[in-house]
């Protein structure tokens, strides 16, 4: 059974709108949350993180934000650019169940049209 | 630039013939990991190495192993591969495996058994 799920497949935005990719899982023992970034034929490259202690992390165009009441977090990009399409993954850690393993979606497929 | 490495970045074996996917890494990072990714799946952990101790996970099959003679270089072997083994392969370091270290990513192996 899927522990971290990224129930959109795909996602297209017109270039400098707001991308918002979503994320929700199931095991209430995750503390740590992170968003990597896909191009084909590349590995997945971390963008960004935020611990369960944390509502929200923002770097640059990028902003994590994290409830955990309905354990649900986001990733805000703005403005989305056409180097921003990649397959967005997004991935859970529990630490002291798991020995920090990662807990990856599926991910979503962004597309941002110029 | 610190990297971790994969060779190679395809692969083709026959059905039962055993094959080794290679890993190195210049981050001098102590957990390196192995996932298995298919098609718009979530990436797997088959296992990974905190410095020398293994740590299998509980639904990797047998035929799946690896080996980590030190610190850089970590190694997949595949001892009969069947069709459904094939996928793309990444590997992966941590400086630790505590909340708060991300993952870097090979860019991963594409196994194809003919």
């Known amino acids: 059974d899927q522990q971290v799920k990224q129930n959109s497949p795909s996602l297209s935005v017109q270039e400098g709108r707001i991308s918002i990719l979503n994320c929700d899982y199931t095991?209430?023992?995750?503390?740590?949350f992170l968003w990597y970034k896909k191009y084909p034929a590349e590995g997945p490259t971390f963008l960004i993180s935020?611990?369960?202690?944390?509502d929200k992390n923002e770097d640059g165009r990028f902003t994590v934000f994290l409830n955990k009441s309905a354990k649900h977090l986001s990733l805000h990009i703005v403005p989305s650019q056409p180097g921003d399409s990649a397959v967005y993954f997004c991935?859970?850690?529990?630490?002291?169940?798991?020995?920090?393993?990662?807990?990856f979606g599926k991910g979503t497929k962004l597309s941002v049209k110029p | 630039d610190a990297m971790v490495i994969q060779n190679p970045r395809y692969q083709v074996t026959q059905f039962g013939k055993p094959v080794t996917l290679s890993c190195s890494q210049t981050?001098?990072?102590?957990?390196m990991y192995w996932y298995q990714q298919k098609s718009s799946q979530a990436p797997k952990l088959l296992f990974h190495?905190?410095?020398?101790?293994?740590?299998n996970e509980a639904d990797t099959p047998d035929n799946f192993q690896s080996r980590r003679p030190n610190t850089s270089f970590c190694f997949l072997d595949i001892r009969s591969p069947g069709l459904g083994d094939a996928a793309m392969y990444l590997c992966?370091?941590?400086?630790?495996?505590?909340?708060?270290?991300?993952?870097?990513f090979g860019p991963g192996t594409r196994l194809t058994v003919t």
């Open positions: 981050l001098n990072h102590n957990v």
């Open positions: 991935a859970a850690k529990d630490y002291g169940g798991s020995q920090g393993n990662l807990i």
């Open positions: 935020i611990s369960s202690i944390k």
């Open positions: 190495y905190y410095d020398k101790d293994f740590n």
């Open positions: 992966a370091t941590s400086r630790d495996r505590a909340s708060g270290y991300e993952q870097y």
């Open positions: 095991n209430s023992m995750f503390d740590y």
